[in-house]
């Protein structure tokens, strides 16, 4: 048995495990999510240390952070794409009864995590995911004992302009539940800009050429607390899909100290509005014992 002390106090981790069309400048390039994620983490107590799968590589295939980097994190924020993930390896390489992103969390670590079909690539298991009480496998465990969600299902990537309700592309924002609006969260929206000078991040809003694109917002899971044992605090404001209309798409735990709490996101946090994620950020990593020690000022977009 290898046991690895670390004390979980040394900086906060940043996992980017997205680079999904990133070679298509209009989606966002890394330096663009690099950019984001530095304003969003800007000004805390701790340094904020980056892990990119695509710099650490075993045989040239990208690997996750080991259990190393995760020991002396005090907060682990990984963010996913939807097809190119290393994330699913922290859930294939150690065997059924273990995980080290599960160990990290058991050992105090806090953990963010957000993205594109994140839940999929964790079980392995097609959307709708239903997890109960008799899942052995680590996929399942993690996300019933670490996440605390029960059920999901993704809205998917349809975007038929002559039947809205078959949207997939339908996310428009995410509005604080009453659990939400207790804890002082804000609401989040996607970044569309404005179509008529200059498209936002999320520039697809706008009606470019490609109609299988027109006028849509962003894939989202839905989402359900397993027995009710995570605050469901963030629901879908829904954009042409009534399907995902009010349903959660953020899930809290909350372990009552520092240590060990988990915030499940089901988007992809880089196409919302910086400022809005960031104040976001600020109310989340505050209840994660994280420390502010200055704020940048005339953050927009």
């Given amino acids: 048995i290898d046991v690895i002390e670390g004390d979980l106090s040394q900086y906060i981790l940043l996992v980017d495990d997205y680079d999904f069309y990133e070679h298509i400048p209009t989606w966002g390039t890394d330096a663009d999510r690099d950019a984001f994620y530095d304003t969003v983490l800007c000004c805390y107590e701790r340094l904020i240390a980056d892990w990119d799968p695509e710099e650490h590589l075993v045989g040239g295939i990208p690997q996750p952070p080991d259990v190393v980097a995760l020991a002396s994190a005090s907060t682990v924020i990984w963010y996913c794409d939807d097809s190119q993930t290393t994330i699913s390896d922290m859930f ?18 806090n953990l963010v995590l957000c993205g594109e079909s994140v839940l999929t690539q964790i079980t392995g298991e097609p959307y709708p995911i239903t997890v109960t009480a008799a899942d052995t496998t680590s996929g399942a465990v993690f996300v019933r004992d670490c996440l605390r969600i029960g059920y999901a299902d993704y809205s998917g990537n349809g975007a038929n302009p002559s039947a809205p309700w078959d949207y997939g592309f339908c996310m428009l924002g995410a509005v604080p539940t009453p659990d939400g609006e207790a804890l002082g969260f804000e609401p989040v929206y996607v970044d569309t800009g404005d179509c008529s000078v200059q498209p936002g991040k999320w520039w697809v ?11 849509c917002g962003i894939r989202v899971e839905k989402l359900e607390s397993f027995e009710g044992r995570s605050l469901e605090i963030y629901a879908t404001d829904s954009y042409l899909n009534p399907n995902y209309e009010g349903e959660t798409s953020v899930v809290l735990y909350l372990s009552g100290d520092n240590h060990g709490n988990v915030c499940y996101m089901g988007f992809p946090l880089y196409y919302l509005k910086t400022f809005q994620v960031k104040a976001c ?15 940048p000022t005339g953050i927009e977009g």
């Fill in 205 to 215: 809003y706008c009606d470019p050429p490609t109609p299988n694109y027109l006028r």
């Fill in 92 to 109: 294939d390489s150690y065997g059924p009864s273990y995980n080290p992103l599960g160990g990290y969390v058991r050992s105090g670590g």
């Fill in 281 to 295: 950020f600020d109310e989340l990593l505050a209840l994660f014992g994280e420390t502010l020690v200055g704020d």
